[in-house]
């Protein structure tokens, strides 16, 4: 069974603040592909925020490049994603997202809880 357990100060934070957010991957986990954050805000669907895979090559939403650094480690199965010059449309409940094998032949994606960050103006 695999867990995905986030943690970081997410809650309220001012524009223009930073937050950090963790997620680690614990369980029966053979090989981790790729390691990610997703967003859903309020009455839209979950987007892409940013996502990272075992060799370090990363992908950013347009709107967040620039501004959050995603990082990853392999050793410990954890993400990181840093955010910084936080707007009020930054405003979701942020999931970590692993997709990853359990054993040499399943695999699938999983998900945390998700983590409300709430910027206000």
């Known amino acids: 069974q695999v867990q995905l357990v986030e943690s970081g100060r997410g809650g309220m934070v001012r524009s223009g603040g930073s937050v950090t957010l963790t997620c680690d991957a614990t369980g029966t986990i053979f090989q981790i592909v790729t390691m990610g954050w997703y967003r859903q805000a309020p009455g839209k669907e979950r987007e892409l925020v940013a996502v990272?895979?075992?060799?370090?090559?990363?992908d950013y939403a347009d709107s967040v490049k620039g501004r959050f650094a995603i990082a990853r480690d392999n050793i410990m199965n954890t993400v990181h994603l840093q955010m910084n010059s936080l707007k009020p449309e930054d405003t979701a409940v942020y999931y970590c997202n692993a997709r990853l094998y359990t054993n040499r032949d399943n695999w699938g994606d999983y998900w945390g809880t998700g983590t409300l960050v709430n910027v206000s103006s």
């Open positions: 990272i895979d075992s060799g370090g090559r990363t």
